[in-house]
């Protein structure tokens, strides 16, 4: 059944949406405006449909993994960890070329991260609730990073068709870490895949949102943007958590 501009843009939009859909969204309903039953064309048959494999890119779901799991089993996961400070960096980056809204304290985070404290998913915050309501936005990011992250580890751990891998390693490895999660996923590999991840990793475009980037730049541009006390202030906070041990060392007792 084809949608219409219409009912395209009535669509729950509630979950991450990568920004070449939110455009399409706000195309369907500047359409919509003069054309109001304007159809969307298939471009798919039936029988590549039911060969297709449909991919869901999300950052919210992570912290209600388990319960997606549950409910949609059986699933691939493909979990996707980068450093906190190259996240960081990231965001404020996307913040000054006005990809995105300014980093603030929002009291839903606070709201959030006060909730997740005494779950297992903080494990090793150096932090208690009493001690939020001074952070900076920044620490906030952090301790949400960690939480996120360590708890998307625990609920797909014993799962054999989930992964967890370091973005930093895909970036340094590509085809190589790309091999091992397809098989995770029994996505079968193919030349045009290798070929993409070849042309891709060449080029360097200084788009925000391109896929056309240099990888060793991209994730090591984090140790150059981001001042050292915001580095320090990072690792103290995330350093010792699950996720964070990910990214650094593990400090001796003692």
């Not at 991919?55 to 996707?80: T, Y």
């Not at 906030?140 to 390693?169: F, G, Q």
């Not at 056309?212 to 943007?225: G, H, L, Y």
Request: proline letters at 6%.
């Amino acid at each position: 059944k084809q949608k219409t501009a219409y009912e395209i843009y009535q669509c729950d939009w509630s979950s991450d949406v990568c920004s070449s859909d939110l455009a399409f969204v706000g195309s369907a309903k500047y359409a919509s405006t003069f054309f109001p039953r304007f159809p969307i064309p298939r471009l798919l048959t039936d029988k590549q449909v039911s060969k297709s494999r449909t991919v869901w890119k999300s950052l919210p779901v992570l912290r209600q993994l388990n319960a997606f799991l549950d409910a949609m089993c059986p699933v691939n996961v493909v979990h996707i960890v980068r450093h906190p400070c190259g996240v960081l960096a990231s965001r404020l980056r996307g913040q000054q070329n006005g990809h995105m809204a300014p980093l603030e304290q929002k009291r839903w985070q606070l709201d959030s991260v006060r909730e997740l404290l005494d779950t297992d998913a903080a494990q090793g915050l150096p932090i208690t609730k009493e001690e939020l309501k001074p952070l900076s936005p920044s620490a906030i990011y952090a301790l949400l990073w960690a939480i996120s992250n360590t708890k998307a580890m625990n609920d797909i751990e014993h799962n054999p068709d989930c992964i967890t891998v370091r973005y930093e390693d895909l970036c340094a490895n590509p085809v190589e870490t790309s091999k091992r999660i397809f098989e995770c996923i029994a996505l079968p590999w193919h030349d045009q895949t290798e070929q993409f991840l070849s042309q891709s990793t060449s080029h360097d475009s200084t788009r925000y949102y391109s896929v056309f980037k240099n990888p060793e730049r991209v994730a090591n541009s984090w140790r150059e943007e981001l001042p050292a006390t915001e580095q320090q202030m990072i690792a103290e906070l995330v350093g010792n958590n699950r996720a964070g041990r990910l990214f650094f060392p593990v400090k001796a007792d003692g």
